[in-house]
């Protein structure tokens, strides 16, 4: 995205589009409201349209002169951060990708001749999304040198986007590097491309082992996946309140990206997975257990939401460490310690705190406990009969003939005999 930029004073309008544009210029101290369908504003939003067709169709065929061509070449700022934007575009495997103006949110800059807009982003990455994310922007347009066009003059507007976090994808931020293997997409930047071969194996080894351990589950959207690795906190930052956990201090992320950000009820697009820049250079064993962890509640998708943290997380780590040998399964530092003090199961106070790296492991192992109890398919059926936020204590024991406390304890119980002595 470009940089928002303030429009001082009133640019001479040419004749053409003064013409076309005659009946908005209306003797008030305040500009119009945004209008709908029916009045003069119809013909702004067709030249804008027009605008982000050209846009559109550049992206799509990698043709940079229609896109460069949809932008105000007076603002060599504009247009260089645009180039690394439409760089970054390229290289995505785009299936679909179209603009669309929200013809009702046009707003005229008041003392010139320009015009916010709400732009939708319909973009679906193909074998990675079920369907086309559909995004927002705001963009400001202004009247081309020879006033036969609208062209983009802003990408930005901060205090809009402020308003509408998780709006912006890594490509939006800064340059990207893309790189592909059998399943999946990564996005990485200079400083982490280095690491590429490494997360690229790891998740292609992992789709495997997690589909090979919980199948195909019902309500999940997963096709190949989109890995995000990248130095710049910047996204992430627009991701507050949308992730389990504080994004800062997790190693990995699972980030469900919705059909339309302004219309849960539509779902979810796919499941995108981040690794913290800081885990990268990390043995195999470890960077291919933390990301199968994500990959698993990537492929559960909306299976189970709403079920308690101990659940979702604890099988996440149970199949993670599935294919790795007993002995290289090990525990946080302070997990034994931790686990001694568990009296019922954990909850998001004990996930949000200090020692959650140690609630994972008696999470996980509450999950072991289960599925060597009950069978591995058990640890399903409880996070189906879980989901939607239903009461734990009643579940719990109508399907396992136990309390949560109990439970616990012989999760716990469990962890102590396998890794005391």
């Given at each position: 995205m470009s940089t928002a930029r303030a429009r001082g004073g009133t640019r001479r309008l040419v004749p053409a589009l003064a013409l076309l544009l005659l009946p908005l210029t209306a003797c008030s101290d305040d500009p119009p409201p945004p209008a709908s369908s029916g009045t003069g504003y119809d013909d702004v939003s067709s030249l804008?349209?027009?605008?982000?067709?050209?846009?559109?169709?550049?992206?799509?065929?990698?043709?940079?002169?229609?896109?460069?061509?949809?932008?105000?070449?007076?603002?060599?700022g504009l247009v260089a951060e645009q180039q690394t934007y439409f760089d970054n575009l390229v290289q995505l495997p785009a299936g679909e990708l179209r603009y669309e103006v929200a013809a009702d949110t046009i707003t005229?800059?008041?003392?010139?001749?320009?015009?916010w807009a709400e732009v939708v982003l319909v973009l679906g990455l193909d074998g990675y999304d079920t369907v086309p994310a559909r995004t927002r922007d705001r963009f400001l347009f202004t009247p081309s040198r020879d006033g036969r066009r609208l062209v983009i003059t802003s990408t930005t507007d901060h205090a809009w986007e402020t308003a509408h976090?998780?709006?912006?994808?890594?490509?939006?931020?800064?340059?990207?590097?893309?790189?592909?293997?059998?399943?999946?997409?990564?996005?990485?930047?200079?400083?982490?491309?280095?690491?590429?071969?490494?997360?690229?194996?790891?998740?292609?080894?992992?789709?495997?082992?997690?589909?090979s351990t919980i199948g195909d589950t019902v309500g999940?959207?997963?096709?190949?996946?989109?890995?995000?690795?990248?130095?710049?906190?910047?996204?992430?930052?627009?991701?507050?309140?949308?992730?389990?956990?504080?994004?800062?201090?997790?190693?990995?992320?699972?980030?469900?990206?919705?059909?339309?950000?302004?219309?849960?009820?539509?779902?979810?697009?796919?499941?995108?997975?981040?690794?913290?820049?800081?885990?990268?250079?990390?043995?195999?064993?470890?960077?291919?257990?933390?990301?199968?962890?994500?990959l698993t509640h990537a492929t559960l998708g909306a299976r189970g939401r709403g079920a308690p943290l101990w659940l979702s997380e604890g099988i996440a780590e149970y199949v993670s460490v599935r294919p790795m040998p007993p002995t290289r399964r090990r525990l946080p530092a302070r997990a034994l310690d931790v686990a001694a003090t568990a009296t019922t199961l954990p909850g998001a106070t004990q996930f949000g705190g200090p020692d959650a790296e140690a609630w994972y492991a008696v999470s996980w192992w509450v999950c072991e406990y289960i599925a060597g109890t009950y069978g591995p398919p058990m640890l399903l059926t409880l996070l189906d009969?879980?989901?939607d936020g239903v009461d734990q204590a009643e579940v719990v024991a109508d399907v396992l003939g136990v309390t949560p406390a109990q439970l616990a304890q012989r999760g716990v119980g469990l962890m102590e005999r396998t890794y005391s002595g």
């Open positions: 804008m349209q027009r605008a982000l067709d050209r846009r559109a169709r550049g992206l799509r065929t990698h043709d940079v002169a229609p896109f460069r061509r949809s932008l105000d070449p007076a603002d060599p005229p800059v008041e003392g010139t001749d320009d015009y976090p998780g709006n912006v994808q890594p490509w939006d931020l800064g340059p990207v590097r893309v790189r592909q293997a059998a399943g999946v997409l990564g996005i990485f930047d200079d400083t982490t491309v280095r690491y590429a071969d490494a997360v690229l194996d790891a998740a292609s080894a992992g789709r495997y082992d997690v589909r999940s959207v997963a096709t190949g996946v989109v890995v995000y690795a990248l130095r710049d906190p910047a996204f992430l930052r627009g991701l507050t309140d949308q992730t389990v956990g504080d994004p800062d201090r997790a190693d990995g992320l699972t980030i469900a990206v919705p059909v339309d950000g302004t219309d849960a009820g539509q779902g979810v697009a796919s499941y995108r997975i981040f690794l913290n820049p800081r885990v990268l250079d990390q043995q195999a064993g470890v960077l291919g257990r933390l990301v199968r962890h994500e009969r879980l989901a």
